[in-house]
């Protein structure tokens, strides 16, 4: 997809941004026209204006991820053109496989690796790749129960390694560099994997591929799906995540080219480059970097090294959350991370696009107290006299238009399998697939608006000390008890409780352009138990609702 040019790309791609953002400007600003604008209303339109660039990169990125998904034969390389030159056979480089534990259940972490092992051998490249375990675990039974585990594994496979650190300095980002400093011999390369992560040999032997085919790359990350879900929570939730994402990442890297993402895991690192410039000090107030992946992928772009996305999907998977309660707290820890990228603005060395990547990161989570507030304004406005000129229908055309653009990512995904009938056929035609975006979105319209509103209060918490912490993460498929629920969610439920309370005083238009947005909260705790049910999932799947390709292969 033409053109080649990186200022050329950018200019195109920042005048598209630019001319989404107008039009959600001018139709933000019609609603509030009409009989002059109050000091209420000056403040909703501050805040639905900070909001914007987010919506209009969301647009933007979907928009040009779908024209590339249409249009090209092979996307992924269309993208990120050393996929073209890569070369067939066992790779001449060696590569370590670098798994992170912390508290984990191994008997669901070792079987995918065991297997990688063994197609890996299989391939002819088995000698190519050595497994390192990276054990942050400190809890003292959990301790024994992995290291036994452990030694069961390397007796199985001898060439693997278990270490466990004692003292977890630095987190997950601390505990791989040290293996990189005192650990690693020969290897040219690294490949990340969470303890959920799922990794095919092919998709691993590509990444090397593509790392031999350009020396130019420091990191390429590679598209993660969610792995096949028995429980309703993550299985709605992965199906509108794999669209968005695919269109996302596609968009994403057209423009940013060499300037991509790190998430983390399921990506290939060159070890020299890395070992130099992704080290992490401690923030001036003493704390480590919690979301250490897109630090260390500006640091790597600022030293000349390239950071590239791999939008491909297939042999690259993670776990979801299994219940809203774990979804939540997950958030918490990426928001908290997130925050922490605004001491990072000012350091020496930075280039533009790095500032950009960091500046998403941080829009990301900045909007939902943004929401939340201009919600509760929109309220306290409506309720006097300075909402009586709104215009209804103008207010209508304003919401859609920031949900279309907010949520185009999946649109723009959902939009391609239903445009192609080759990717359809992969979730079992496009009746079934339209069933699973049909049911996906009617859980979005209840559980986005709850976890914004779970977003913010976090973020309102954060600066008086609210931490999550890196804690051990429940991976497991369970149900949760009403009691459970609702003591995690009586806050958000009172909340929407009293907003919809207040917009049925106004009038019936506002309580019905208000439902949307505050349903979901009113209705979370039966949410939260109703979408951890089993009896919910077993409907969904024996129904083949929001199947993933995975779960329908022959």
């Keep these: 997809m033409p053109p080649e040019s990186p200022l050329l790309r950018r200019t195109l791609f920042a005048l598209l941004v630019a001319a989404i953002a107008a039009l959600l400007l001018v139709l933000t600003l019609r609603v509030f026209w009409p009989g002059g604008i109050g000091a209420l209303e000056w403040a909703i339109f501050g805040c639905l204006a900070l909001t914007i660039p987010w919506a209009a990169l969301s647009a933007a990125n979907a928009l040009v991820g779908l024209v590339i ?49 063994r197609d890996l051998d299989a391939a002819g490249a088995g000698d190519r790749f050595r497994l390192w375990l990276l054990s942050d675990t400190q809890d003292p039974q959990a301790v024994a129960a992995e290291e036994a585990a452990a030694q069961d594994f390397l007796a199985a496979h001898p060439t ?23 650990q690693l011999t020969d290897e040219t390369f690294f490949l990340t994997l969470d303890a959920d992560s799922v990794m095919s040999a092919a998709a691993v032997l590509r990444l090397v591929a593509v790392m031999e085919a350009d020396p130019r790359l420091g990191i390429v990350q590679q598209l993660i799906v969610g792995r096949p879900a028995t429980a309703a929570f993550p299985r709605l939730f992965q199906f509108g995540m794999r669209a968005g994402m695919r269109a996302w990442a596609t968009g994403q890297a057209w423009w940013q080219m060499d300037a991509g993402p790190y998430w983390g895991h399921n990506a290939i690192l060159r070890v020299a480059p890395f070992r130099d410039h992704a080290k992490l000090e401690a ?39 299994p219940a809203l309660p774990e979804f939540l707290r997950r958030d918490e820890r990426w928001g908290a991370g997130n925050m922490q990228y605004l001491w990072l603005f000012r350091l020496p060395g930075m280039t533009w696009l790095g500032r950009l990547q960091l500046l998403q990161a941080i829009l990301l989570f900045l909007g939902a107290p943004l929401h939340a ?182």
């Design 160 to 182: 693997a390694r278990y270490r466990r650190r004692a003292d977890n300095a630095g987190y997950k980002a601390g505990n791989v560099m040290e293996a990189l400093d005192h």
């Design 283 to 321: 923030l001036p107030d003493g704390s480590r970097i919690l979301s250490h992946d897109m630090v260390e992928s500006v640091r790597l772009q600022s030293a000349g090294w390239a950071v590239r996305c791999l939008p491909a999907e297939d042999g690259s998977q993670e776990a979801n959350p």
């Design 69 to 117: 998904l249409l249009r090209e034969r092979d996307p992924p390389a269309a993208v990120l053109p050393a996929l073209a030159r890569t070369r067939p056979g066992p790779p001449d480089s060696v590569t370590a496989l670098f798994v992170c534990l912390r508290n984990e259940e191994m008997s669901a972490v070792l079987p995918p690796l065991a297997q990688l092992l």
């Design 373 to 554: 507030l201009a919600l509760l304004l929109a309220l306290a406005n409506a309720l006097t006299s300075g909402g009586a000129a709104t215009p209804m229908g103008a207010l209508a055309l304003a919401i859609l238009a920031h949900w279309l653009c907010y949520f185009a990512p999946k649109l723009a995904g959902y939009a391609q399998v239903l445009l192609q009938r080759h990717a359809a056929r992969r979730y079992g035609g496009r009746a079934a697939f339209a069933r699973g975006a049909l049911a996906e979105l009617v859980f979005t319209q209840l559980f986005e608006p709850l976890s914004i509103l779970n977003k913010a209060l976090f973020l309102a918490r954060l600066p008086f000390g609210a931490r999550p912490g890196w804690l051990p993460q429940n991976r497991a498929d369970r149900g949760v008890a009403w009691s459970d629920a609702t003591r995690l969610l009586w806050p958000h439920s009172t909340i929407g409780l009293l907003l919809t309370a207040g917009f049925a005083l106004v009038s019936a238009p506002a309580l019905l352009l208000a439902l949307p947005f505050t349903a979901g909260m009113i209705l979370a705790v039966p949410l939260c138990v109703a979408t951890a049910d089993p009896r919910l999932s077993a409907w969904l799947r024996q129904r083949g609702i929001a199947a993933v390709p995975e779960e329908l292969a022959p």
